[in-house]
């Protein structure tokens, strides 16, 4: 992943990310932001035991560990796009997403992808 393209992309929702009032941003747009934030993670925290998604737009696996390779994997994040770039950019905490039940996080291993957030900060 290009770290400028990630910072890019993530530029164009900014607005939106830090005052939820100002209209959501286009579904390229979004998609984009979202995309490059979570196959950032992926790179920065390589692995199969873990499963990140994000739909309609991702879902990846990370974190080393076992392989899951059929049905639905042990450990398992998965939230809504604003509230994962909200988690990307370092305006939200993961313990604060998944006690407001914002995200989910389950299985032994799913809170592990703590330790590599934020994918970058916005001054």
């Known amino acids: 992943m290009d770290p400028a393209e990630t910072r890019s992309a993530v530029a164009a929702v900014s607005a939106w990310l830090r005052d939820e009032k100002t209209a959501q941003p286009a579904r390229p747009e979004l998609a984009a932001a979202v995309r490059t934030t979570v196959?950032?993670?992926a790179v920065n925290a390589p692995g199969h035991?873990?499963?990140v998604r994000v739909p309609p737009f991702v879902?990846?696996?990370?974190i080393?560990?076992?392989r899951h390779t059929r049905g639905t994997p042990p450990n398992v994040?998965?939230?809504d796009p604003r509230t994962w770039l909200l988690l990307a950019t370092g305006l939200l905490d993961f313990e604060t997403a998944v006690h407001s039940g914002a995200l989910t996080a389950s299985?032994?291993?799913a809170a592990e992808i703590?330790?590599?957030l934020p994918?970058?900060?916005f001054d």
């Open 39 to 41: 196959r950032t993670l």
């Open 49 to 51: 035991s873990v499963e």
């Open 59 to 62: 879902a990846v696996q990370c």
């Open 64 to 66: 080393e560990g076992p």
């Open 77 to 79: 994040v998965e939230t």
């Open 107 to 109: 299985g032994s291993r």
């Open 114 to 116: 703590a330790h590599w």
């Open 119 to 121: 994918i970058l900060r």
